[in-house]
């Protein structure tokens, strides 16, 4: 089992930064792959990003691109969304998830834990 504990989230105005963690406890933390996901209100969930073993690799959703940066420090057993220039559009609950390396996905339907969620909300 794992448990992931996400934290950070906070309200800021628009063009502001913020940077999330996410902790996790109970796994071997360098095999797995880790993501960020969001749920606005009223809306879906959708991706944000996702960084594979190592950070050899990451993913993002379109409207993050260069906006948002994904890393993680396995020795701390923690993957950190870095998020600047905010928009009122960000705003979400955000989630961190995660599943073992060999699944080679970062897409909801393939994730095994997931944590609570931390509320970001960006006003204009």
């Known amino acids: 089992q794992v448990q992931l504990v996400e934290s950070g989230g906070e309200s800021v105005q628009a063009g502001g930064s913020l940077r999330l963690s996410c902790t996790a406890s109970g796994r071997t933390f360098s095999s797995l792959t880790v993501g960020w996901f969001r749920q606005a209100p009223g809306m879906e969930r959708e991706f944000v990003a996702g960084?594979?073993?190592?950070?050899?690799?990451?993913k993002y959703a379109d409207s993050v691109k260069g906006r948002f940066t994904i890393s993680r420090v396995d020795a701390r057993n923690t993957v950190y969304l870095q998020m600047n220039s905010l928009k009122p559009e960000d705003t979400a609950v955000y989630y961190c998830?995660?599943?073992?390396?060999?699944?080679?996905?970062?897409?909801?339907?393939?994730?095994?834990?997931w944590g609570k969620g931390t509320l970001v909300t960006v006003s204009t």
């Open positions: 960084i594979y073993l190592s950070g050899a690799a990451s």
């Open positions: 998830a995660a599943n073992h390396f060999s699944r080679r996905s970062v897409k909801a339907e393939d994730m095994d834990y």
